[in-house]
């Protein structure tokens, strides 16, 4: 699975940005998705998940309320919408996926990932 990030950029503080994850290669409908972000000199921190069918999603708290995860199997694509944005979200957003059907907010789980995309926020 190859998966490619985008839709990043610099915004205001109380914007939008929407991320947007392409995969291609096996069978992306039966992936767990999730996103995860790195600021400089932190680790990499989980944002939020997705399951299979796109029924159930899970979020950090720092941005439950926000931001939103949801899929699109059939374009193999997986979207995180981000609203009222805060300096703070400042970071490089990577999408991930696993084949096991589970859910974790470990980076270390996740068998794949996207290059990264970078989010700046200004106050």
């Known amino acids: 699975v190859q998966l490619q990030a985008s839709g990043g950029g610099l915004v205001q503080a109380g914007a939008s940005l929407r991320l947007s994850c392409a995969a291609s290669?096996?069978?992306?409908?039966?992936?767990?998705k999730a996103w995860f972000r790195q600021a400089p000199g932190k680790e990499r921190e989980f944002v939020g998940i997705i399951n299979f069918s796109g029924d159930r999603t899970y979020y950090a708290d720092s941005v439950k309320g926000r931001f939103t995860i949801s899929r699109d199997n059939a374009k193999n694509t997986v979207t995180l919408q981000m609203n009222s944005l805060k300096p703070e979200d400042t970071a490089v957003y990577y999408c991930a996926a696993d084949p096991r059907d589970s859910i974790s907010a470990i980076a270390g789980w996740y068998s794949y990932w996207g290059q990264g995309t970078q989010v700046t926020v200004s106050s």
């Open positions: 290669g096996r069978t992306f409908s039966s992936y767990v």
